[in-house]
């Protein structure tokens, strides 16, 4: 079976990496280039998309932000999965938050701004403060901004407005304005939707942020009814856009409710955990759904975390003393703040996992990993 | 880094996707071609044996049967991780048993054999039945004989006589008489030496073999007592040998006592469970010890078994469905008893996983597993 994703980046790989055992075959599309790669060697192997449609049984994506015309390259084929419909979903928070409307799943407030006028009519209707993102580009905390306080208005827009003539030529660009949400802790669901219907999620897994970028991800004992709320919501998204593959969605939690903040139509950065400490890894799962394969197990096998490795492209070698740690590295040339491998480490209990991070906190050079320290602390006070 | 591998079978292949993460390349050196390939994409990389070694900053082997010169030139060249004597004793029995006894390890009785004296001498220095292999050749089966009863002794002979004059010209052909070892059971001991000395090994796996050819190994909770008589012989073996990298040990089991049957200076088909059932499995650990990296831990992480696919090249989709059960095909084409792919599953329990392979003894086709049944069936009686 031959699979083409697009995009060539480390979720190709780690998707051709889980699968090659499984004698299935992806090759990359290098949206840059506009080359097809293997993506475990890095050679190309087709000059051109078109070549990629031809070779490939399924198609696939990596990420969400495709032009339009390769997706309806793709759609064309009848091998896309999930749709182009799906995915361009996924890249703009317009349509995102009519699915989410139309699903009935909770979701903070929010507001479109393409003109002054909406930006005004925003801060009126909207209570600050307000988190603002821009509809089309941008994730890993790029094209946001905060406004905290209507003093900082005029600047904020004056931002916006430069960001919006930055942008591609043609393209109705616009913000979303949402009022921020005092969360308790930010978790996602990464899950799996095959072609008949079936659905299965991974525990819930807590993420920490860092500047906007995932720093730290923990896959925990499952909280049984915060679990139902999200598997609920994933269902209905899922099912409104007939997905296939793998979906992930990021929440707030506030109290014992969660409110949808954004949904990711791939495999999913705070999903990277499931390579070890799942049945089976989002990689694989994604690959079953899209070959019609079925669906693995997504059990939790036991308390994992993952560690992003940003803007760096050493770690100390002692790392690999560390029970259970598994690092993986994305064979990416090092610039400030890429994400450029991650750590895996798992515990046979939470407190083992604590300990085990901990161990690995006083390895890692505070300079780079900044946050976990004060992360790994924080989660062995709530542990005692 | 990156390894050159002397054979591009599935244990290189398995290497190198163990390692990729690592950002680690692996290169094998096919000795059928005598190229040099990449065991992801099959591709030649390079067109002699002396390109590799140029590439590499460490080389391993991933089989034993290597020619000398081979050996030798890897060897000269100071990056061969074990050295080659340590894979010469793997290739040769009389080596091996010299070892074995130097080392003060329990071995069955034994007696070589190249000469028709040297037969006639060995049917009287040894009880029946015995068990007679080939010094030089043959694994899996090949290369072996059974004798049960002196009226054999003259057909026996003659068999032998002809494996002789039919092997390779010029080479001191032998073969090694044992004793028939009247076991309860075949268990087999996988562990790593690293450059320092350190060691580390997995727990005792049970294997099962089917007309003389792996098909189900288990990975149980440990039996502390056998486990530390095993390690003790691992690393009288591993020192003596200033072993580095994996090898693995297969031992006769009789009451509380373990005896060796023979060793691979390797990666071994019985420890291909860890790749999901280990903490690190015996791929990465491998190329871990040979690039000088800490050795990862060895620890069980559940129970765990792997199941042989040998001769058939497509199983059904439904096994996928057995929670925990992963697929891992060599890519290889289909030829009768030829080692396919092999597929493991794990449990929480040995209860849970005794269930599982009994889900999978039902869905794999019993024509090609005709032996799963009957030990799942024990499996589950010892269990109960």
Known sequence: MNVLVLGAGQLARMMALAVKPLNITIRAFDVGSGKVVDPLASNIVFGSLEQGIEF?????????????????????????????????????????????????????EHSIIATKADFDQALNNLS?????KSALAGYDGK?????????????????????????EQGVKHAVVAEQMVPFDREVSLVGAR??????????????????????????REINQALQAQAKQMFDSIANELDYIGVLAIEFFQVGEQLLVNEIAPRVHNSGHWTQQGAD???FENHIRAVCDLPLGSTELVRPS?????????HVPNEILQVASTTLHWYGKSKRAGRKMGHINVSGNSEQQLASRLTQLAEILPAATFDELNPYVTAYQQQLS
């Open 194 to 219: 095959d072609s008949q219907g079936n659905t299965v999620v991974y525990p819930l897994t807590e993420n920490h942020h860092t500047n906007g970028v995932l720093s730290v991800s923990i896959a």
């Open 280 to 282: 089976t890894c989002q």
């Open 305 to 313: 975390a993952m560690i992003n490795i940003l803007g760096e492209d």
């Open 56 to 108: 490939a049984d399924f198609i696939t994506a990596e990420f969400e932000h495709i032009d339009h015309q390769t997706l309806a390259l793709c759609q064309a084929s009848g091998k896309l999965r999930p749709s182009s419909q799906a995915i361009k979903v996924g890249g703009d928070r317009r349509l995102e938050k009519q699915l989410l409307i139309k699903c009935g799943v909770a979701n903070a």
């Open 128 to 132: 600050l403060p307000l988190i603002l």
């Open 143 to 167: 094209g946001q901004w905060r406004l905290k306080d209507k003093a900082q208005a005029a600047a904020t827009w004056h931002d916006i407005k430069a960001f919006f003539d930055g942008g």
